[in-house]
Each structure stands twice: as C-alpha cells, then as structure tokens.
C-alpha cells in the first residue's frame, strides 16, 4: 500500500512530531503559535508505536531557536524535532531541558507572589528520584509533572 | 554575601557566624548611633508586634529613622496599587527596607525591584531568616557553640516555618535533630531528604518525654488547633506536646528551653522559673542579631 501523509508535507519550516496527543494545545501555547502568521497543519490521535496516540505540528518557514524550542520539553520530553528544507529533513534535533523557566508555568503554591502579582514565574529544574520537578525562585516551593500547568498566552 | 536577607540558604556557614559575632558585640555595647543619616522603611503588610518593635527597637539604637506602616489597610495598597510601585516608591524615601507581607515569594519579588537592601521579616509560610539567626544566636550564647548539639524539634513540624528554617541553617553544624510531633504534623518528605543529603542524623518520635534527657536544646513550637481535620485529634495531642517543670527534672544541665513565641499552652507557666527557660531571653536577643544585619547589609552598600 502506499504510505500517505495524514499530515501534508511543508517545503521549508519545522516538523514536530512524536507530542503526547493530550499536550498538542500545551504546545501550541508555549511556542505562541496562536500568533504566529505562518502556514501551520497539526494532526493529532495519529497511531504511534511510541505514544500510542500522537500529535504532529508542521510549520511553515519557521526555525526556533533551541531556547525557544526547548521549553516544550517540560511537556513533550519525547518529541522530535526536524528542520525541513525543500521537503528534506536535513537535521533532527532532540530536545533538552532548560536549566531556567521563566514565565511558562503557572507556581502551584496558591499564596506564592506570582498568582496574586503581575510577576513572571520563573523556576529551576531539578531532578529528584530521576522526575523533573521545577522550584519556584519566589516562593521556594515545588510544582511537580502531574500539577503543572502551562500559563495560557491565548 | 548578598545585599539583602530574603532566605537562611542565601547565607553561608561563614556569613551566619559573622552575623552571630556582630551581634555579641552589640549586645555588649547595645546603644551605637552609626547611622544618624540612614532611614530604615519598616512596611508591615499584616500586623506582628514581635518582629516589627523588635526591628524598630534595633533600628533606634542605631541612631537611624524609622518610617512606615504597620497594616496594609490605610495604606495605597488597599487602593490596588502592586507591590512593584509601593517598593518602587519606598525604595525613593529610605535607605533600607524591612518588609512583612501575607504572599509567599514577596520578599525576593521585592529585593528584586528595590534599589536599596530589603531584610524579609516574614513572608508568608515560607522564610523568617531573622528569626533564624536569633534562633541561632540563642542556641550559641547558651551552648558556647553550635558544633554537635543535640536539638529536639517538637511540635508542629510539617507547617512551622521557624522549624524548616533552623533545620536548613543548623546543618552546618552537624547537629542531631530529635523530631517529636503527632503523625499528623510530622517533618515533610522534602526537607527529611534535605537531612539525609547533608548527612544529618535525625530521629522521629511522638514521644517528648523520651528525648528531653539527651537533648541540648528543646525548640517548642505551637501545635495549633486549625491544622487538624479532626477536631477530637487536636484535642488528643494538644496536651502531650506540652512541657510542664515536673517533665524537665531529669534533662542535662546546659539544656535550654526555646520557642518563636507567641507560646499559648504548650509550654506551663511552672516552667517559666526554671533555669532550662530562654524563650524570653531569646525574644530579647532578636534586637542584636537584627542590629547586626541592619549594620551588615547598610555598610555593603
């Protein structure tokens, strides 16, 4: 049979695929694709051997900088990241987190500054027990993987 | 050392020790008008009578001027004005800034606006650093060092503040930490493996009359009635974590008896007489230490 993409082919731009279908919207947020002018096609729930389901953004004649791409590792760890050139991967990147968050994650402390103030978050990451947790620089509490929510820039 | 006191990890072994020398001076001359041309900003975001005469105390017997408030309500804040522009603004008017406020994190937003030093005096549940180094400069006057002590922590361990913060700062120390305190209120995960990281040796038990023997210092703590979600618990525990002068007859006699105050009932009147009794002692000393940091951070500038 032939191989058909459920998501068409972009000439020049990125492709990131391998994203949890339930962090697509996440993403998309991070990255401020919701203004962002280019020509953008995203699949998502397409069958993947890794994830199960996955979800794939391809943008247009759009490279990000790896400060700027690296934040969606706090979601997405697996993701893969490939620059398109007429058609042709000509490079894959893999993700790696940042040592510093600022102003992506909402503190999960409800009395911490940040969700009372108009003050950027801004965490460390740290590894404990092999899981990534991020440490707030204001209020010095911990907002774990399973609490973090990502600040909307809709 | 950095030009402001938000949190005890901001400071070293060294800083701490220093800051403890600093004070033993001015204990022993407490009346040293250095800063005649200086204003110090006491801003009380929510009301403390301890903390702010104690910083207002000490920053008299500096020679220096006090300016501020001491409750956000007549203040622009309750107008909506950010923490920004009153720290912006007070930052114009006074050459340091002692801040309460009810908001965890509030001290270093602050520290990280104004162009003059902020001292944190208490930022919500999260760092106290001055009632720390008092904490420490009792334990020091009283013991002759903070190398090798035994510290029982008893009380409300999981929420008490002071608690997590004398942990922190005695690991330089290579102390044992007795931590006494009903299941409920028990230390959390994440400062016990702060423990076993630094290679503190510590103990847990719901039993205070078994550690008070082999203790150097017994820090008290409230056990408060709204931390509990059962109501006949409270009253199970309130009173076992209360030490009377009957409990304390066979302890060591260097021990010292320490609390953040304000104490309610976990410490009996009986005890006050007794020669174990510092906590007012320690209240006391809070004057010196808090001269100290005042000295400290105004000659960095």
Redesign the interface.
């Known amino acids: 049979m032939e191989k058909h993409l459920k998501v068409s082919a972009i000439k020049d731009g990125t492709v990131l695929d391998h994203i949890p279908s339930d962090q697509l919207f996440k993403v998309i947020d991070i990255l401020n694709l919701s203004n962002c002018i280019n020509q953008i096609t995203f699949g998502t729930n397409l069958d993947s051997k890794l994830l199960g389901k996955k979800a794939i953004i391809k943008i247009a004649d759009r490279f990000f900088l790896d400060d700027e791409i690296n934040k969606i590792a706090l979601i997405a760890p697996q993701a893969k990241i490939n620059i398109i050139h007429d058609f042709q991967v000509v490079e894959k990147r893999e993700l790696s987190v940042p040592s510093e968050i600022k102003g992506i994650v909402k503190c999960m402390?409800p009395?911490?500054?940040?969700n009372?103030?108009?003050?950027d978050t801004l965490f460390s990451t740290i590894y404990?027990n092999n899981e990534l947790k991020l440490l707030?620089?204001?209020?010095?509490?911990?907002t774990d993987r399973q609490n973090l929510k990502i600040i909307s820039k809709g | 050392m950095s030009k402001n006191l938000i949190s005890i990890q901001d400071f070293s072994k060294d800083e701490i020790l220093e800051i403890l020398k600093m004070a033993a001076e001015f204990e022993e001359n407490t009346c040293q008008p250095i800063f005649k041309d200086k204003v110090i900003a006491s801003i009380f975001f929510e009301p403390s009578t301890r903390t702010r005469l104690s910083f207002e105390t000490a920053a008299n017997r500096l020679g220096a001027r006090v300016i501020g408030f001491t409750d956000s309500i007549n203040t622009s804040v309750a107008k909506g004005e950010t923490l920004k522009d009153t720290i912006k603004m007070i930052s114009n008017y006074a050459d340091l800034i002692v801040m309460r406020h009810p908001l965890e994190g509030s001290a270093r937003y602050a520290s990280e606006i104004s162009k003059v030093p902020v001292i944190n005096a208490g930022d919500g549940a999260n760092q106290h650093p001055t009632q720390t180094l008092l904490d420490l400069y009792s334990v020091y006057k009283t013991q002759g060092t903070l190398e090798n002590l035994s510290i029982s922590v008893v009380g409300d361990l999981k929420y008490g503040r002071t608690v997590h913060s004398l942990l922190q700062a005695m690991s330089h120390f290579n102390p044992v930490f007795l931590l006494t305190s009903p299941a409920e209120l028990a230390l959390p995960r994440e400062y016990k493996e702060y423990l076993i990281n630094k290679g503190i040796r510590f103990m847990e038990t719901t039993n205070l009359t078994d550690v008070i023997p082999n203790s150097d210092i017994i820090y008290m703590t409230r056990v408060q009635r709204e931390r509990f979600t059962d109501p006949i618990e409270y009253e199970r525990v309130k009173n076992i974590y209360s030490l009377n002068a009957s409990m304390i007859k066979g302890s060591k006699p260097n021990m010292k008896i320490l609390h953040p105050l304000p104490r309610v009932n976990e410490i009996a009147i009986d005890v006050d007489e007794s020669s174990h009794a510092y906590y007012f002692e320690q209240a006391h000393n809070g004057i010196y230490v808090r001269m100290a940091i005042i000295t400290k951070l105004l000659k960095s500038l």
């Open positions: 402390n009395v911490c500054i940040t009372h103030q108009p003050v404990e707030c620089h204001y209020c010095e509490k911990i």
